[in-house]
């Protein structure tokens, strides 16, 4: 259910990192305060855990605001993308920004799958950590036979909330650990998420979906 490989444009990725902390240290100027973030893996020593979301939203909007930020992005994996799904690809509008720092209990991402939310079954995930990603700060994923699995289950009325899913499931969550540098691209069949951070490190990731312009479309 997933690929990890190595960066196809450590150009690319440095840029990227180094627009978010840039962009992280002019939000901090305007809030008066002097840190200054150097490390990603370090943030939660100068951000509050109440303005996590806050910051999230400001630096996901300046990302998408900069016409570079999809090509740089597609570039990090376009190799493997197009070996996997094809040379002729629609990509999600904007990437995704994830903080998710130690303890902090609102960056929680429950269980879940895309394409029970309507997104295509076709498509694929790239998942770009800014810090290493492992334990508690990484993401879990379940396996492709186990998802259909809880799907199905979940069709006939066995299990009837994610909550349920979550549980019968717990054993069989495998954290999926990626370092700087590497990629992970999975298919978002699968269900996955994180838990709560009980490292000492914070973890920052990119992700954005991908799909073949030429395969079937699900919904109008």
């Given at each position: ?33 002097d ?29 998408n ?28 509008n ?55 699995l ?15 899913i ?6 069989e ?40 312009l030429?395969a ?5």
């Amino acid at each position: 259910g997933f690929i990890i490989h190595k960066c196809e444009s450590m150009d690319s990725l440095n840029q990227l990192r180094g627009s978010v902390i840039e962009q992280a240290n002019e939000w901090l100027s305007e809030r008066h305060d002097d840190s200054r973030i150097t490390n990603l893996a370090n943030s939660h020593q100068v951000i509050p855990e109440a303005a996590v979301n806050e910051l999230r939203l400001r630096l996901f909007a300046k990302l998408n605001a900069n016409p570079d930020t999809r090509l740089s992005y597609f570039r990090l994996a376009s190799s493997l993308i197009q070996s996997l799904v094809g040379n002729e690809l629609a990509m999600q509008n904007k990437v995704n920004l994830s903080i998710q720092q130690p303890l902090d209990q609102s960056s929680v991402l429950e269980l879940h799958s895309d394409v029970w939310s309507g997104d295509s079954p076709f498509q694929v995930v790239l998942w770009v950590p800014l810090t290493d990603a492992s334990a508690t700060n990484a993401m879990f994923l379940l396996s492709p036979s186990a998802s259909r699995l809880a799907y199905q289950r979940s069709l006939q009325g066995e299990l009837n909330s994610m909550a349920e899913i979550h549980e019968a499931y717990r054993a069989e969550f495998r954290p999926i650990e990626v370092k700087y540098g590497e990629i992970l691209l999975f298919d978002s069949n699968c269900l996955h998420g994180n838990q709560l951070n009980t490292t000492t490190t914070a973890r920052w990731s990119i992700n954005c979906r991908f799909v073949s312009l030429l395969a079937p479309s699900t919904t109008p």
